[in-house]
């Protein structure tokens, strides 16, 4: 347990908060799919959102990068709040790099035209250079070697892979992470699961909606537990997981740990 | 403990392999299939000898007037005497060369956008798609660097074919991808408008399209407005075009996974960037084959402006059929015309072909 708690460099309180969500509510239709959501994210946090299906927590993060729209509540993303108008909305997504359960690379493109795009259409960097980015990433995540592969070529873990680096060559200062390893075959999942990891240690804010309870555990500062669109439960893992408050949050866990 | 020996490998079976087993397993696989295949083979021996016959072997080639078609084959005199009025229509004989060179242009213009590793290919298709036109079109008019003026209306055959299905195409593409986006807008006022443009112009006929835009219209706009009139078909049918287009482009869109929509964004690009680099480009290569149909029929539909009094290729040939020295000759000229129709429509559907296997990126998903 202490080397779960050495590499898990403390967060400073006082300083601002990255993200911030207050009194966010969001409906589809007549459902009431988020409920008066308050949330503060420090720089250099690791969040593990875990819930049940269909409980908010992915509608949430999307929320944060405008996915989502929330009908009511303020979201302020490093300063800047979420509203309609485009400009803050394009300066929040080049700060917020998200990854996705289902990877979605450009079927149409090379691994490496992957990762340059965003970085040679969105900050305009040259291509040279956002080429030589794309690579210290794709090394970063162990698959250089791919770099002249079509997505369709590797597999689900590489893919996956792929997608974290073509996240991070926009240099995010925040990561969302939407069930990332859920589509993958068991084999794959720790490969990705390494790569976050890393990517933790490195001092990323993380936001992780996942049920990798093991990443959970070593890797996160803060677990928090939503059903029916509201945070139901949060705390450090340790207590999250060997002392949970609410019979929700019991339940849940009696029936993710059971097996 | 015991070694395993590998079984080698045996050649299959003699049935299996050879064109005997391709005969067995394609021709003659059931009795139904054998019946179809001699049914089949005897139809063919009934239809292709006679015409072999008749278009090739008892055929007149060489000669300029009726006269040498004596031998009861096909004359194919009667073509080659009118093969000029088939190319260039009413154009002045003498300023022939003009449509030559601007045809010899185009070919030297296209062979590099052949080559894999052309160096200057950025700059040559926006140069055949913006520059060549306006090339072409000087050349083709002329009243400019001493060339004699032709009006548009002395502009025929094939070459009027292929003036109109180009521009055709290369107008109701991109207005079909505008209209395809616009309908699947959020914008209420967009989409609307995209709505009714698609579904009026899809509804009527193109020969309703073409008879208005040459008769009704002149009568709408004010005395003395010179429009000419080839303009007028070419906007008549790239629009009409466009809205089939539209539908074509949008199956492409709607097969696009949302997930490749939401990663756009998430990355930071802008509408028109995710449809340009991202959308578009999957969209576009699923639909290919959409495309093309819609260009070869647009390829045939212009054989329409015959009503509109403009000489298309199959207009000078019917025009000959009703010339008194060469009665009777209607099944040659028509033969020749789906001919030359054929070609181009099957060289699409090849360039078609070619482009999806060029395009292909291993599994899409």
């Known amino acids: ?37 308050n949330l503060g994210v420090s720089k250099g946090e690791r969040i593990v959102i875990c819930g049940p299906s269909g409980s908010g927590k992915s509608t949430m993060i999307r929320c944060i990068n405008r996915l989502e729209e929330h009908q009511d509540g303020q979201i302020i993303v490093d300063g800047t709040e979420l509203t309609d108008d485009i400009k803050h909305i394009d300066q929040i997504r080049r700060e917020v790099g998200m990854v996705f359960q289902h990877f979605n690379l450009f079927p149409h493109l090379t691994v490496l035209e992957n990762c340059c795009l965003a970085p040679i259409w969105v900050r305009r960097m040259p291509r040279r250079e956002a080429e030589q980015v794309a690579m210290q990433y794709l090394e970063k995540v162990k698959i250089p070697e791919q770099a002249r592969k079509y997505p369709g070529q590797l597999s689900g873990g590489q893919q996956q892979r792929v997608a974290i680096a073509r996240s991070l060559c926009m240099n995010p200062s925040i990561m969302l992470f939407d069930e990332p390893t859920s589509a993958l075959d068991p084999e794959m999942i720790k490969e990705v699961l390494d790569t976050m990891v890393e990517l933790a240690e490195s001092g990323m804010t993380m936001l992780c909606v996942t049920h990798e309870m093991g990443f959970a555990k070593t890797v996160a500062n803060r677990v928090i537990f939503m059903d029916g669109g509201e945070i139901i439960e949060q705390n450090e893992p340790e207590a999250f997981f060997h002392n949970p408050q609410s019979d929700r949050t019991k339940l849940f866990l009696s029936q993710i740990l059971a097996h | 403990m015991t070694t ?89 004989e003498t300023e022939y060369w003009r449509i030559n060179l601007a045809a010899i242009l185009l070919v030297l213009l296209m062979v590099p956008l052949f080559i894999k590793r052309f160096p200057w290919k950025r700059w040559l298709v926006p140069f055949v798609l913006f520059g060549y036109p306006v090339i072409a079109f000087m050349l083709f008019s002329g009243g400019v660097f001493g060339l004699e ?34 309908r699947r807008s959020d914008m209420p006022i967009v989409k609307s408008v995209s709505v009714v443009i698609i579904e009026f112009w899809r509804g009527v006929p193109l020969i309703t399209v073409l008879f208005m835009s040459s008769v009704m219209l002149p009568l709408f706009l004010p005395e003395g407005t010179h429009f000419d009139k080839l303009l007028r078909a070419m906007i008549g049918i790239a629009l009409f075009q466009s809205a089939y287009m539209a539908e074509v482009v949008r199956s492409g869109l709607q097969a696009i996974p949302k997930g490749q929509y939401e990663a756009a964004q998430a990355l930071g690009l802008s509408y028109w960037q995710s449809m340009g680099l991202i959308i578009l480009p999957q969209a576009l290569k699923l639909v290919i084959p959409g495309i093309v149909n819609t260009f070869i029929a647009l390829f045939k539909d212009t054989t329409l402006v015959l009503i509109i009094g403009l000489f298309d290729m199959l207009a000078m040939i019917q025009a000959a059929l009703a010339d008194p020295n060469w009665l009777g000759y209607a099944i040659e000229g028509l033969s020749f015309a789906a001919l030359v129709y054929w070609v181009f429509c099957f060289s699409m559907s090849r360039y078609s072909l070619s482009l999806e296997r060029k395009l292909h990126t291993g599994h899409t998903r």
């Open chain 2, 4 to 92: 395993h020996v590998p079984h080698p490998d045996l050649p299959p079976p003699s049935t299996s392999i050879g064109a005997i087993a391709w005969l067995r397993a394609n021709l003659f696989s059931s009795w139904l299939n054998s019946l179809l295949t001699l049914g089949a083979a005897y139809l063919l021996y009934l239809t292709i000898p006679p015409l072999v016959q008749w278009a090739l072997i008892d055929a007149d080639w060489f000669g300029d007037s009726r006269e040498a078609c004596e031998s009861g084959g096909a004359c194919w005199v009667f073509v080659g005497v009118r093969m000029n009025q088939f190319m260039y229509g009413l154009y002045p």
């Open chain 2, 149 to 182: 003026y032709v009006e548009t209306s002395r502009w025929g055959g094939l070459t009027l074919t292929l003036i109109l299905s180009s521009v055709g195409m290369a107008a109701s593409l991109p207005l079909g991808i505008l209209l395809a986006l616009g």
């Open chain 1, 1 to 37: 347990m202490s080397d779960a708690n050495t590499s898990r460099p403390d967060v400073d309180a006082s300083e601002r908060l990255m993200i911030e969500l207050r009194h966010v509510h969001k409906w589809y239709g007549q459902f009431h799919v988020l409920k008066d959501i």
